[in-house]
């Protein structure tokens, strides 16, 4: 005899977003939302973000921008995805470089080297291209982004996306460079903790061009009823491994000719 399927548990979408909210405040982790619902999918996630950042707003927050995650090819496959993540970068969560930025305020953080787009005007209609990302970005800036889990493990993907992707903060440099004066798919850096190397990468291995991440990104939001708009700053995703970080600890991501970021915890 068949047996009756079990019926997934009811998600209260508006508590789930207050409990992130409580966590990420507290800086304490709190369970996966797939430990009750391990069928949650990415829509529901996406709409629990959404939730989450509406209250921030209506909190006195803005944002800056958006952030792109799992980029790498082998990742998505070993996740089960076609497509990156994607997250909304907060206003009060950018830094300079050089930043001393409190330990305290994350839960367990990581740091990543990346490059952020600074767009130079809307992008909003569907089907934007690498090009038209490029014609549309005013600078590429050397970046740093510390992403921060506010769910314990075991999780899945679309715990990650319901927590705004694991966006924590970003670091930018100084310098800016125009996106047609650099060769910005292969632009390498180093990642250091405390004076030693701990990762190197190159920006090709985030579908093969980050601005083919940026376009990803574009017509994502063009999908979900958004654009990208003049002024936002753009992570396009993680060169190497994300390394963890702690209090005392001294990250700098080296990008030969084209400088380095800093940041204390």
């Not at 992570?235 to 390394?243: E, K, V």
């Amino acid at each position: 005899m068949l047996e009756t399927p079990v019926p997934s548990q009811r998600l209260d979408m508006h508590k789930v977003a207050e409990a992130i909210l409580s966590a990420e405040r507290n800086a304490k982790s709190m369970p996966p939302l797939s430990g009750e619902r391990p069928d949650l999918t990415l829509d529901e996630a996406y709409g629990i973000q959404k939730l989450l950042n509406d209250m921030r707003l209506k909190q006195g927050l803005r944002f800056a921008g958006h952030k792109i995650g799992l980029t790498w090819r082998s990742t998505q496959i070993a996740c089960g995805l076609t497509d990156p993540i994607r997250g909304r970068i907060l206003g009060n969560s950018v830094f300079d470089s050089g930043a001393r930025i409190p330990a305290a305020r994350f839960v367990k953080p990581h740091i990543e080297m990346e490059l952020a787009f600074i767009m130079g005007r809307d992008l909003d209609r569907p089907g934007a291209t690498i090009d038209e990302a490029l014609q549309a970005t005013e600078h590429v800036v050397p970046a740093l982004e510390v992403v921060d889990h506010r769910m314990a493990p075991p999780r899945i993907v679309a715990d990650t996306v319901a927590d705004n992707s694991a966006f924590a903060a970003v670091v930018l440099s100084e310098r800016r460079f125009r996106p047609e004066n650099v060769d910005i798919s292969w632009v390498g850096a180093t990642l250091s903790r405390n004076g030693i190397v701990e990762e190197a990468g190159v920006s090709a291995i985030g579908m093969g061009h980050p601005a083919a991440c940026v376009a990803w990104l574009a017509n994502a939001l063009v999908e979900a009823g958004e654009r990208l708009r003049k002024g936002d700053i753009v992570m396009s995703g993680a060169f190497a491994r994300a390394i963890a970080v702690a209090d005392g600890d001294h990250i700098e991501a080296d990008f030969g000719p084209y400088g380095n970021v800093k940041a204390s915890f």
